[in-house]
């Protein structure tokens, strides 16, 4: 129903920025809220950022609050996340996500499309 397409990953060094972009496809008139989750090797996914569509509401995960940004353009049915003195722990597999509902918006089982992901690889 929801197709999304993450691009912006790349390998940097630790004090560099990344975009990320989560291009949404298909019904996405149904979406409420996206979010982003990352997963680095041998850990769990976990929540980065999210964002509610209709009014903007944003929420971030401690270990990025002030940091990222997360916004979207609705023109485009597209999510950002602006990432800002990255360092080498938030290396992971980032991928966006998309939800019908803003009741869980830390929550990954919340959500009822996934994108491929991306990699973000930072380095020290």
């Known amino acids: 129903q929801v197709q999304l397409v993450e691009s912006g990953g790349g390998l940097v060094q630790t004090g560099d920025s990344l975009r990320l972009s989560c291009a949404a496809s298909?019904?996405?008139?149904?979406?409420?809220?996206m979010g982003w989750f990352r997963q680095a090797p041998g850990k769990e996914r976990e929540f980065v950022a999210g964002?509610?569509?209709?009014?903007?509401?944003?929420y971030y995960a401690d270990s990025v609050k002030g940091r990222f940004t997360i916004s979207r353009d609705g023109a485009k049915n597209t999510v950002y996340l602006q990432m800002n003195s990255l360092k080498a722990e938030d290396t992971a597999v980032y991928h966006c996500?998309?939800?019908?509902?803003?009741?869980?918006?830390?929550?990954?089982?919340?959500?009822?499309?996934w994108g491929q992901g991306t990699q973000v690889t930072v380095s020290s």
């Open positions: 996500a998309a939800d019908r509902s803003t009741n869980g918006i830390a929550t990954m089982r919340s959500y009822d499309y």
């Open positions: 298909g019904r996405t008139f149904s979406i409420a809220a």
């Open positions: 964002i509610t569509w209709s009014r903007r509401n944003t």
